[in-house]
């Protein structure tokens, strides 16, 4: 076979071909355009929005906490969710026990220290699981 310069070239960039494998060619980056001048209208609608993000309160952050409670006083928690359910506002166990915060913070001291009175002390931690 007589090999030529013009056949030896096709035969280089047959295989160039073959074992070349093709890039996805780069995106091109978008020109950025001139900043154009904002109108009075739409500068107006920013501070607005700003000035509704300033007015929104924002969350209070939630803390988790567990604590030992008699049986009896347990009952009267769940007591007191059915009461609240039967005058057209159900509520749940924080609820009724944050509740219950606010009506002590709102009491003299007088009431709040005679109110302490009436709870006994119990041991804290958890209750030993009773044999089955």
């Known amino acids: 076979m007589p090999t030529t310069p ?9 295989s160039v071909k073959t074992t070349k494998t093709v890039a996805s060619p780069a995106p ?7 900043p154009k001048a904002p109108r009075a209208k739409a500068s ?7 000035a509704d ?7 209070p952050k939630l803390v988790r906490d567990s604590f030992t409670i008699p049986k009896s006083e347990y009952n009267v928690l769940d007591e007191l969710k ?3 359910a039967q ?25 709040f220290l005679a109110a302490l ?10 209750p030993k699981l009773a044999k089955a």
Not at 53 to 59: H, Q
Not at 117 to 125: Q, S
């Open 6 to 14: 013009q056949a030896a070239a096709r035969k280089t960039a047959a």
């Open 28 to 34: 091109a980056k978008p020109v950025a355009a001139a």
């Open 44 to 50: 107006a609608e920013p501070q607005t929005i700003k």
């Open 53 to 59: 993000k300033a007015a929104k309160p924002k969350k």
């Open 82 to 84: 059915q009461r609240a």
């Open 87 to 111: 005058l057209a506002r159900p509520a749940k166990k924080s609820e009724v026990l944050r509740a219950g915060i606010k009506a002590l913070a709102a009491l003299p001291d007088a009431a």
């Open 117 to 126: 009175a009436t709870v006994p002390t119990i041991k804290t931690g958890r």
